[in-house]
């Protein structure tokens, strides 16, 4: 279940002029990382790093399923998904 949506904006990159409306990253929850993967990898994009687990360090800790993928334009994209108890 999704509660909500967010969206994460990275600073850093090239410090060269960048075109409009570029960006570096974006991250995207998902219910299924593994189903959301195979969709971009069907679709041809460059997977970066493939779906594994993870934690996010806080108070609570948040388990976490991730994986990456480039853009169209060179842009990192992510999938998340929440998996224990801690929901994102």
Same mark, same amino acid.
């Given at each position: 279940?999704?509660?909500? $949506?967010?969206?994460?904006? !990275?600073?850093?990159?090239? $410090?060269?002029?960048?075109?409009?409306?570029? !960006?570096?990253?974006?991250?995207?929850?998902?219910?299924?990382?593994?189903?959301?993967?195979?969709?971009?990898?069907?679709?041809?994009?460059?997977?970066?790093?493939?779906?594994?687990?993870?934690?996010?360090?806080?108070?609570?800790?948040?388990?976490?399923?991730?994986?990456? !993928?480039?853009?169209?334009?060179?842009?990192?994209?992510?999938? !998340?998904?929440?998996?224990?108890? $801690?929901?994102?």
């Amino acid at each position: 279940m999704c509660r909500g $949506n967010y969206l994460e904006v !990275f600073a850093g990159g090239a $410090n060269e002029p960048r075109p409009e409306g570029a !960006f570096i990253h974006i991250a995207f929850r998902t219910d299924n990382v593994d189903a959301a993967i195979e969709v971009a990898r069907a679709a041809g994009a460059e997977i970066t790093v493939e779906p594994r687990n993870t934690v996010l360090q806080g108070d609570p800790p948040t388990p976490i399923r991730i994986a990456f !993928f480039k853009g169209p334009d060179g842009e990192v994209i992510e999938f !998340f998904q929440s998996t224990g108890e $801690n929901q994102l």
